[in-house]
């Protein structure tokens, strides 16, 4: 099980900060968002210690992980409109990459980004 948190509305160049905290350990955990009209996207991800992120999202977004907590950060910084969807976590038993696999999936947290 995944439990989110953090979500909100902002206003463009604004920052938020989500949570997600696991029922159990994890090897790959991540965030995914889906816009209304568009498709789920990926937004980072990390495995112990390798984080990667969508190209969209480098240089604003930092992803990180408290292993003891079982829990992934996701800060988002300079806050744009485009940034506007449900921020879904993700979470992955098998060692993989810091883009899956991921089998199991929160119900997800809307992020608005507007002023």
């Known amino acids: 099980q995944l439990v989110e948190s953090g979500g909100g509305l902002v206003q463009p160049g604004g920052s938020l900060r989500l949570s997600c905290a696991a029922s159990?350990?994890?090897?790959?955990m991540g965030w995914f968002r889906q816009a209304p009209g568009k498709e789920r996207e990926f937004v980072a991800g990390?495995?112990?210690?390798?984080?990667d992120y969508a190209d969209s999202v480098k240089g604003r977004f930092t992803i990180s992980r408290d292993n003891a907590k079982n829990t992934v950060y996701l800060q988002m910084n300079s806050l744009k409109p485009e940034d506007t969807a449900v921020y879904l976590c993700?979470?992955?038993?098998?060692?993989?990459?810091?883009?899956?696999?991921?089998?199991?999936w929160g119900q997800g947290t809307q992020v608005t980004v507007s002023s």
């Open positions: 993700a979470a992955g038993a098998r060692i993989g990459g810091p883009r899956g696999p991921y089998e199991y």
């Open positions: 159990g350990r994890t090897a790959n």
């Open positions: 990390i495995t112990w210690t390798l984080p």
